[in-house]
């Protein structure tokens, strides 16, 4: 008799197994990207560098009040674009080799609608120049004369960004003229921010002034979907900081979200899009010490990860716990 209830009791629960197994494979996308959102570490949002401390504070404001990831992406990364003393985002920003401060910003939201400058002087806030490019043309690109002539029509102010202490190292740097990047300079680069909101929801922005002392024209990944952000709503986000020409190389961030969305984590992702690199950087036979590229990465469950190629790089994380900066992994001890 116990046998036979045994097996009545075993076959039930096999039968309720797989019913729940089929009813899981018969769920649309959406129902399964629900169920995750619905477990997820959210909001939260990462930014690149110790100045994504301030960043994300002004972004926290706007998640923690159930407020659109892209609205806090914008707000967040505006922050730090409009500090004089962060000399490689914005205003005040390094000047190319003409003494020219020109840069290069891009925004992605959670319906993978985008918009970028590049090449943008005289405007502080290029980031909200890119998300006007988004809203409101029918293009996803402007750069140079114009990207400025179209921040112009939507009443965007034109300014001097050169300020007196970058000016002076410009003219420093043109009594040699040696044009030598260096890794981890002032321990701060681009800033890229990515953000989850309470609604699941993903957005991110990227905003530079680019290498110092750089050619004038020299567009690196920061302007560029796919390479310097990406976003898809489905599986994550990624945004990079560094070289931007290495990032480039291997369209990086989209490689980070295709890694995540084939199942790996985003620390996983990172590190396998930084040995990419790595490789093509020693098959070219270069120096990776005269290099650094990071990326940070953010998943739907709110699960997040770094990964860069040399010591200094360091990112920061807000979400309900608090706010703090991580330093993040790196490849070359």
């Known amino acids: 008799m116990n046998n036979m209830a045994n097996r009545r009791d075993f076959i039930k629960t096999t039968a309720l197994a797989t019913a729940g197994v089929a009813l899981h494979s018969f769920q649309s996308d959406s129902e399964k990207q629900e169920i995750i959102s619905e477990n997820s570490n959210k909001p939260i949002v990462l930014s690149t560098w110790n100045f994504g401390l301030q960043a994300n504070e002004a972004a926290w404001e706007v998640l923690k009040n159930k407020g659109r990831a892209l609205d806090a992406v914008e707000v967040g990364v505006k922050l730090t674009e409009a500090d004089p003393t962060e000399r490689s985002v914005g205003y005040g920003g390094r000047p190319d080799r003409e003494g020219r401060v020109t840069l290069d910003a891009c925004i992605m939201d959670e319906f993978s609608n985008i918009g970028s400058v590049a090449c943008l002087e005289h405007i502080k806030h290029p980031i909200s120049v890119a998300r006007a490019v988004m809203e409101k043309t029918p293009h996803v690109m402007l750069v140079s004369e114009g990207a400025l002539q179209f921040a112009l029509q939507q009443g965007f102010k034109k300014e001097n960004l050169l300020v007196e202490e970058s000016e002076k190292e410009w003219k420093e740097w043109l009594k040699t003229s040696e044009y030598i990047p260096k890794a981890n300079i002032e321990n701060h680069d681009t800033i890229g921010m990515i953000a989850l909101d309470a609604q699941g929801n993903l957005s991110g922005a990227c ?28 599986i994550g986000a990624a945004t990079a900081t560094g070289h931007g020409e290495e990032v480039i190389r291997i369209t990086g961030c989209h490689l980070v979200v295709e890694l995540m969305r084939q199942g790996k984590s985003p620390q996983k992702a990172c590190e396998e899009a930084v040995m990419r690199i790595v490789k093509l950087t020693q098959n070219r036979g270069k120096n990776l010490k005269d290099i650094q590229v990071g990326f940070i990465a953010l998943n739907k469950k709110g699960e997040y990860g770094s990964y860069c190629i040399q010591g200094g790089f360091n990112y920061a994380v807000h979400d309900a716990t608090g706010n703090k900066l991580i330093d993040a992994k790196y490849f070359l001890k």
């Open 207 to 234: 905003t530079t002034s680019g290498m110092a002392f750089k050619m004038h024209g020299r567009v690196g990944d920061s302007p560029i979907i796919g390479a310097g952000l990406y976003v898809d709503n489905e």
